[in-house]
């Protein structure tokens, strides 16, 4: 198994649509994250968990949820979302926060 | 003010020459600093980092930080067409939980 897995690969989905996104690290860690990575745009801190509890939520939308069952699992809950949400939605861990970042491959969403 | 800024590029230089890659962050109180390289259709990965004043070597790649002037750079030595990618500068804003990149900034090494 990688550090970091995600799925799906890809996703489409149309606005009405309710889908997740998964993420799963087997490197120990104890912090994970959600970033989005859009077309010509830096890469946007969404969401931190440390020891499964949130610490950061970047002025996130709600239609984006997030839940942390363990500190080996992620998700990333989608409702409703907009064309401009498409974009590479990546998932990272690190040993802690500030410790560098382990990034997953990546969901690369297009909402319709 | 961006809180982590890069130039963009495109940065071309050719094979076996020194690529300079800078970065400028905007919070005084940041401790450490990343490097990450990201190739075209993947996701980024760490290269280097850096937490002290001064240069950080690693094989070909030197971390260079200077806390007073704000400022982090990269120096690829005898760069290589794979090392052709976008290069992501990070740095903690508001806190070491919040790590902030920059847009990065894309080099093209060519033969």
């Known amino acids: 198994e990688t550090g970091v897995t995600q799925t799906p690969r890809h996703l489409v989905m149309g606005m009405t649509n309710k889908k997740s996104l998964k993420c799963e690290q087997h490197?120990?860690?104890?912090?994970m994250y959600w970033y989005k990575q859009s077309a010509k745009k830096p890469l946007e801190l969404m969401f931190v968990?440390?020891?499964?509890?949130?610490?950061e939520n970047n002025s996130v939308p709600s239609r984006f949820s997030p839940e942390c069952p363990n500190s080996s699992h992620l998700f990333l809950h989608l409702h409703t979302l907009q064309p401009e949400d498409s974009a590479l939605y990546l998932c990272?861990?690190?040993?802690?926060?500030?410790?560098?970042?382990?990034f997953g491959n990546g969901t690369r969403l297009t909402v319709t | 003010q961006k809180e982590v800024e890069q130039n963009s590029g495109p940065l071309s230089v050719p094979e076996g020459a020194i690529a300079s890659l800078n970065c400028t962050y905007s919070?005084?109180?940041?401790?450490?600093f990343f490097w990450y390289r990201q190739y075209s259709g993947k996701s980024p990965e760490l290269i280097m980092f850096i937490y002290s004043n001064g240069d950080k070597e690693d094989g070909r790649f030197t971390a260079q930080l200077n806390k007073a002037s704000q400022y982090v750079s990269l120096l690829i030595r005898d760069s290589q067409p794979s090392d052709s990618a976008t290069y992501l500068c990070?740095?903690?804003?508001?806190?070491?939980?919040?790590?902030?990149f920059g847009a990065g900034t894309r080099l093209a090494v060519h033969p």
């Open positions: 968990y440390n020891f499964k509890e949130q610490t």
């Open positions: 990272a861990s690190s040993q802690d926060p500030g410790s560098p970042l382990h």
């Open positions: 490197l120990g860690h104890n912090a």
């Open positions: 990070a740095a903690p804003s508001g806190g070491y939980n919040k790590l902030i």
């Open positions: 919070d005084r109180g940041s401790q450490s």
